[in-house]
């Protein structure tokens, strides 16, 4: 069985589409072409009669048969007029090798062979009535039959082509098709080969094809970013478990080795605070693969006072606590925001546990809400050192630590904790000078 490639299958499609649109158009014309001419015999025809009749019934069959005998027109071959008897005897009449009829005429207009001398030629005729007789009127169709083979021949001729155009056609638009899916493969290709900074070139042509470019290379983007992440975690995780595992397998040596009860609870009380280092950087790593793979019909309206209020009030005693002043500022008339509350709760939690770790005690943490244009930001800001702007990019990186934390306990985690969470609503991190201090801010549409 032969098997056709797509592009093949596209001609093919093109070619039978063109053929079966050109001879529905043709059987169209040639239709209505036919059904006019008819009509139009058929009014004549009835004229022709209706005259003659009236001839009839005015002067008789003596008026009828002189009008008949002057109708007669010199080369025209076709015209038929006919007085027939019961027994098929000619009374009157004028046509080709007019003798007799096959049989009596039936009443209408009809288009048959009216007799034997004409029983391979087609004629349309209408009978009518008078007296005792049957009157015919008509004529021959062999110039209108001619007519209608030359219009045949022209379909036909016009179907020909049509096909010709649809086989042209078809090879234009498989020609086409094909380079531009084959533009789609290379790329395709290159990807599944390694390279994964391939794109599809996309045309601006707004088409289908440009419109699966478009999709295409947002996903080619989405995975070349993972690809890279998975590559930073893979070396942040290595490198980042590697000193506290390293200090978890020494203290639990110290803790065996030591006879003294009191050392070897203190080396046990080290031992569990390294383990929950290392439990807390796999927490995080969790949080964030949820955060990248929750579903956006998981995400639901919620009124950001709401969820200010709730963070504020479980904030603002641990900040006063490490001896700074908290405040939540809500703009007024905020409207809803399509959330998922749990991971925006987790990711401004992240936040202020930031400018707690780093603004230093006496200052101030502010935590608000406001809208600007189409965009609702939340934010947190400190009076602490803040983040130069050439360091900013690493600080939202997956175990990016800037100088001046790494003596500060934690893996770099939270603030690509926070940029997951932005990116699930369709938003992004922000981050400003506060002067001094930093503000960190989750900007979000306002609707998906």
């Known amino acids: 069985m032969i098997r056709l490639s797509v592009t093949a299958r596209i001609a093919l499609l093109s070619i039978a589409l063109a053929l079966v649109s050109n001879l529905v158009l043709v059987a169209f014309v040639w239709k209505v072409v036919r059904d006019d001419a008819i009509d139009e015999l058929r009014r004549d025809t009835i004229e022709q009669s209706d005259a003659l009749v009236a001839v009839y019934r005015t002067g008789g069959l003596t008026a009828l048969g002189r009008t008949i005998r002057e109708a007669r027109t010199p080369g025209d ?28 005429p039936k009443l209408g207009f009809q288009i048959r062979a009216i007799g034997s001398p004409w029983s391979d030629r087609e004629t349309g005729y209408a009978v009518r009535q008078i007296g005792a007789y049957r009157l015919v009127s008509g004529r021959l ?10 219009i045949e021949r022209a379909l036909a001729a016009a179907t020909m082509l049509s096909l010709a155009l649809g086989i042209g056609g078809g090879l234009v638009v498989t020609r086409y098709v094909g380079r531009r899916l084959d533009r789609v493969a290379a790329v395709i290709e290159g990807v599944a080969a390694g390279d994964l900074s391939r794109r599809v070139a996309n045309a601006a042509s707004g088409d289908a094809f440009d419109r699966l470019a478009t999709r295409l290379n947002a996903m080619l983007d989405k995975t070349e970013r993972l690809m890279s992440e998975l590559r930073i975690v893979t070396d942040g995780l290595a490198h980042d478990l590697r000193s506290p595992l390293a200090r978890l397998r020494a203290k639990a040596e110290a803790a065996v080795l030591q006879a003294d009860p009191v050392q070897r609870e203190a080396a046990m009380g080290g031992l569990l605070i390294e383990t929950d280092l290392v439990l ?5 790593m969790i949080e964030i693969t949820r955060a990248e793979s929750v579903s956006r019909d998981r995400l639901a309206p919620i009124e950001p006072a709401t969820l200010i209020e709730e963070i504020a009030d479980l904030y603002a005693p641990v900040v006063e606590d490490a001896g700074m002043r908290f405040e939540a500022v809500l703009a007024p008339g905020l409207p809803k ?9 987790q990711a401004l939690a992240n936040l202020i546990d930031n400018a ?19 965009a609702m930001h939340f934010q947190v800001e400190d009076r602490g050192p803040g983040i130069a702007e050439a360091d900013r990019a690493q600080a939202l990186r997956r175990f990016g630590r800037l100088d001046q934390a ?9 603030m690509a904790l926070v940029e997951a ?14 002067v001094p201090g930093l503000i960190a801010a ?7």
């Open 406 to 414: 790494r003596s500060l306990p934690g893996a770099g985690l939270g």
């Open 141 to 150: 169709l062999d110039d209108w039959e001619e007519e209608q083979r030359g």
């Open 356 to 374: 707690l770790r780093h603004a230093g005690s006496g200052g101030e943490i502010v935590l608000r809400a406001a809208l600007s244009g189409n």
């Open 442 to 448: 989750i900007v979000v549409p306002i609707s998906l």
């Open 421 to 434: 969470v932005a990116r699930l609503h369709g938003g992004r991190v922000e981050l400003h000078d506060n």
């Open 280 to 284: 807390r950087i796999l927490s995080t």
């Open 337 to 345: 925001v399509i959330l998922h509350r749990e991971l925006m709760t």
């Open 77 to 104: 071959l076709s015209r038929i007029v006919a007085v027939i008897a019961r027994d098929g005897r000619l009374i009157a009449g004028v046509g080709p090798e007019l003798d007799q009829f096959a049989r009596w």
